[in-house]
């Protein structure tokens, strides 16, 4: 499958109305890898028309063929998946491994439980002597960050299919050659003209057309809570639908007789994997005072293990971050974590890669929960271990956030860990390194987010409710 270039509306590929272009950086060669089109507002307006235009006949069609055209999706996603990881590496430096089994591998898991969910979920409902039904919200705005591009991609559009919703897609510009990749798999799945639409461009060009476009219904966005703030305060202006998807700032609770090797490791793994640009990484480990000194022995020869390197080699587990913005956003946390007292027990601003936008697995010790690297959101390989006294201290810890997307906790007594995680103010938490579901609802509690993402809960965010009295 070739890439095409230009932008995806109405069923065809076109040129953008005006003659600006996105160059595409590959972060671990800094070599330009392509270029695409930066849409403007007359595009994003095109595009917009073509989704209002296709969404009465798509709401109209039954949810089994709905379902047809999602697993339709689904397959073109796993045929082309080799292609989709290769890019996502090129295009944000994600390791080939971890492109193919995750940023590649969800999404096509996501795709396959929104055609099964289109088939079986209830669009009708009874109470009493009503007939409730669930309708599509109409015209779906989606924009979607760089950092896990064809997994947002889906867990926006799968679902806005299912409900019966027409999509206008504004991916990140980082990544808008995979964001072309999909749409060619959309196009083999033969949805009717119109039904998914794609944009390319800047956010504050295309996406804030986008987001206050008066024609789109819902507008569902991932990304910084900076820029979802204003989503959020336009869309409640326009009495319009928001899903927000935000930042994070992850606890990893271990409690007192867990299995610390496996907690710090696990840990770790969460923070380092994608470079640490995982909204849901755990990027805070708690550890009582007792095993401090241990898990921080533990954490630093864990980290020291992920060496930065070319991310297309199968054997390096640790990329680039994304851009040279991004790398010295991370070192700047870096330096402000070392001037605020924090240690470094591995890594540091410095890198080791003379090309390339790399960041040395970091991890500080002596953290303490106020400092800028306890609370600000970094998005790099950074790990922060602190320390606590007793549970109600960890609680304290792990809630003292103005985020709460994911975390986990570890416990040997599992009912003990399920009664913390209950008293946690956020959205998911593993317990004991339990393994992604992709029908688990998924979303922050306070500045995380609004809204859930993925199975039922993701599907109804695209659905609206009608009474009937009989
Ligand atoms: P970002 O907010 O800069 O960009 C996200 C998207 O919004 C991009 O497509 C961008 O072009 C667009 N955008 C930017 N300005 C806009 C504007 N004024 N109007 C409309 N659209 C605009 O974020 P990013 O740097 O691409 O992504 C990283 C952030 O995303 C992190 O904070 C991370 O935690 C968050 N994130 C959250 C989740 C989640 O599910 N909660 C998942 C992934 C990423």
Redesign the pocket.
Known sequence: MKARDGMYIGGRWCPARGTDTIVVVNPATEQVIGEVPAGTAEDVDDAVRAARAAFPGWAATRPAERSVRIAALRDALAEHKDELAATMTAEMGAPIGFARNVQAGVPIRVAASFAELAATYAFEERTGNSRVFLEPVGVVGA??????PLH?MVAKVAPALAAGCTVVL?????TPLTAQLFARCVEEAALPDGVFNLVT????V???A??THQDVDLVS????????K??GAVAGGAVKRVAL????KSANVILPGADLAAAVKVGVASVMNNSG????AWTRMLVHTDQYDEAVELAGKAAARYVPGDPTDRENRLGPVVSAK?QARVRGYINTGIEEGARVVVGGAETSQPTGYYVEPTVFADVTPGMTIAQE?I?GPVISILRYQDEEDALRIANGTVYG?GGAVWSRDESEAVAFARRMDTGQVDINGGAFNPLAP???YKQ??VGR?LGTHGLSEYLQTKSLQL
């Open positions: 924009i979607t960050p760089w950092n896990y947002m504004k991916p990140a510009e980082n461009g800047l956010g504050p295309a996406g804030e986008l987001a966005f991932t990304g910084s809570t900076a820029v979802g204003r989503i998807e935000l930042g994070g640009q995982t909204c849901y991004q959101e998005f997307l998924f979303g922050g995380s987010g993402e």
